[in-house]
């Protein structure tokens, strides 16, 4: 590896007369190495003050809940205060996030991914290998979301992946929320990745997918509350709400998409 001064006039151009330093390095590289998942707190019911202390001190994760509110001031102030948001130093899942009950009570958390190849498909994607490992069993996948899911009994945890949409950019998300019984058994179901482009602007929610042209657009709350339906168009889809928040787009047989209001 040798590194020198750019060119005069250029910014990106290696200069052969100017060199300031070179250094040899050598790299092993695995066939495949799972990344490392990062930890999560599944102590549902633990009290806010002591959730954020175990995610600062002892998963050494930083709050980041200011400065996440700041790049989405469309977040009202109730849902502010029933979660928070961390940064985790780890560039595979880069942000994690706590929510808690009117009781300020922890009952569900979740990260994102920065790659879907980290958590789209069961069986053989590190972060279902990982919740596997630790007691996680299969349910197959979710007929509705077509996205799979998984049950822990002795923690009664349900784990699952959805998509977020912040900022009119897509992630995916490992959502691990409490639940007190086993869900019933769900057939396994082959979802299809959405080709949909969405915008909001203020209250309103823009989608262009072509390829759904005559099937049903249903907009929900975070609740499951259906608050509009209408029938994709080729020119495109242009829907006014009445609310802020957190919606669920669902286009034909495409997965679910959240969108950030």
Request: net charge negative; glycine share 6%.
């Amino acid at each position: 590896m040798r590194v020198s001064k750019a060119k005069e006039g250029t910014l990106d151009e290696f200069d052969e007369s100017n060199v300031l330093g070179e250094a040899s390095v050598h790299v092993t590289v695995e066939d495949f190495v799972d990344p490392q998942i990062i930890p999560f707190n599944t102590s549902w019911g633990m009290k806010k003050a002591d959730a954020l202390k175990k995610e600062t001190e002892l998963f050494g994760h930083s709050l980041f809940s200011d400065e996440y509110w700041k790049m989405h001031p469309a977040i009202d102030a109730e849902q502010r205060s029933n979660a928070e948001v961390f940064y985790t130093g780890n560039f595979e899942f880069p942000i994690s996030f706590l929510y808690f009950n009117n009781e300020q009570q922890l009952v569900a958390t979740s990260f994102l991914v920065s790659s879907w190849e980290r958590i789209r498909t069961p069986e053989v994607i590190p972060v279902f290998k990982f919740l596997k490992q630790h007691g996680y069993k299969s349910l197959g996948m979710n007929s509705e979301t077509h996205n799979w899911e998984m049950y822990n009994s002795e923690t009664k945890s349900l784990a699952t992946c959805v998509m977020v949409f912040a900022q009119s950019q897509a992630y995916y998300s490992c959502l691990i929320e409490y639940k007190r019984q086993v869900p019933a058994g769900i057939d396994y179901q082959n979802g299809f990745l959405p080709n949909i482009d969405v915008e909001t602007d203020g209250a309103c929610v823009k989608l262009h997918a072509e390829q759904y042209v005559g099937q049903p657009i249903s907009i929900y709350t975070a609740d499951g509350k259906c608050v509009a339906k209408e029938l994709a168009h080729k020119t495109g889809n242009s829907i006014k709400l009445q609310l802020k928040g957190l919606i669920i787009v669902k286009v034909g047989d495409a997965l679910p998409i959240k969108v950030m209001l």
